[in-house]
């Protein structure tokens, strides 16, 4: 298991959750929401790098929204696209791991703890890509490997 904070993103069209783990990869926590910005504009990737700086972190993992069939969803472009600007972006590693059921699962827990969805928006976000980047450590512990698809620079 390699050791440094991993990023967990989960890219949405209005908000985007960022998690972060502890520097020995056992644990996942939330970080904060950050605002999408409109296109043309980086300050959601100013801000998430910033995040990444502060904690000496070691990749991002971001969120790859697929169907429950597996397939590609109106959001799995959107995803790869924001991946990919992370990663021209400079600085860090870029994954992308299988989101699916992340943000449901969010939801129920949230739902648990008696919150409803409407006024827990931000923190479903946040939630999620605790789940997403937890995932991610779960998978390298059990497998030895990095997970998911490391996104080299340019389109693929």
């Known amino acids: 298991m390699r050791t440094g904070v991993r990023i967990g993103i989960d890219v949405g069209k209005a908000r985007i959750g ?3 783990t502890d520097p020995h ?3 996942a926590t939330p970080v904060e929401t950050v605002p999408r910005s409109p296109e043309g504009d980086d300050a959601d990737l100013r801000r998430i790098r910033s995040i990444a700086d502060e904690l000496d972190a070691l ?3 971001v969120g790859l929204p697929l169907s429950m069939s597996g397939s590609e969803t109106a959001s799995t472009q959107d995803a790869r696209d924001f991946a990919e600007r992370l990663a021209e972006s400079g600085g860090l590693p870029v994954r992308m791991i ?3 059921l992340t ?3 969010a939801q129920a827990a ?3 703890t008696g919150r409803n969805t ?3 928006r931000p923190v479903i976000d946040q939630v999620a890509a605790v789940i997403l980047v937890q995932h991610a450590l779960d998978t390298e512990r059990a ?4 997970p998911g698809i490391l996104i080299a620079t340019g389109r693929f």
């Open 103 to 105: 943000t449901v699962s």
């Open 25 to 27: 990869g056992m644990l």
């Open 59 to 61: 990749e991002y993992v």
């Open 118 to 120: 409407r006024s827990s």
């Open 98 to 100: 299988d989101e699916r």
């Open 143 to 146: 497998s030895g490997n990095p």
């Open 18 to 20: 960022v998690a972060r």
């Open 110 to 112: 949230l739902h648990r």
